[in-house]
């Protein structure tokens, strides 16, 4: 009996190797969850894409008016009533709006903010415009209208705004930083 190992002892072993070949499966099966959840990202995202580029292949642009509900972003209040009905809505102390409009980028656009308030004078020279990752020369076409170019992108369905005040202006404890009343994006 001296080379053998007792019944209840070759049990403890088994579950041991048992147990280990259990958490290997276990980080295996996690692994393997995390992949097919990032493929199955990009394949939503191709098929929104794909969508779009059906749905949007004759749609001349894209408009965002403070009247109507708020569905895109997250840093401003609600609409005030101005005079005549107009309205505006006001950007929070983060000085950023940004979202993506999914339009065929074959063609150029243009861009166009309508601002109606600064809550500091200073801030209308610090007013930046970022297109798909990339600053973009926002000019002033009128007083308050603030307009861009945004190039075509072949292959591409989706343009990716954001609409900030320079990081270094903004002043603390300023509870709001400027207030818009529509964006449009359209074709050229």
Known sequence: MSGQVSAPRMRLLDQGAGQQKLTELQDKVAELEQGLQALTKQLRTLAVDYEAAKFFKDEPGW????VGPNFYFNSVYHAEILDHGRRKRWVDQ??????????????PYSFRI?????????????????????????????????????????????????????????VAGQSVSFSFSRILIGRV
Not at 63 to 66: F, N, W
Not at 94 to 106: C, D, K
Not at 121 to 149: Q, S
Request: charged share 25%.
């Open 63 to 66: 408009v965002y008016d403070v």
């Open 94 to 107: 983060t000085g950023r709006i940004a979202h993506g409009v999914h339009l065929p980028r074959h063609v």
């Open 114 to 170: 309508d601002i109606v308030d600064f809550a500091l004078e200073a801030y209308a020279d610090k007013l930046r415009l970022r297109i798909d990752g990339r600053e973009t020369e926002l000019t002033e076409a009128e007083p308050m209208v603030f307009t861009a170019m945004v190039p075509p992108l072949a292959h591409a369905f989706k343009i990716d705004f954001e609409v900030f005040i320079a990081p270094e202006a903004l």
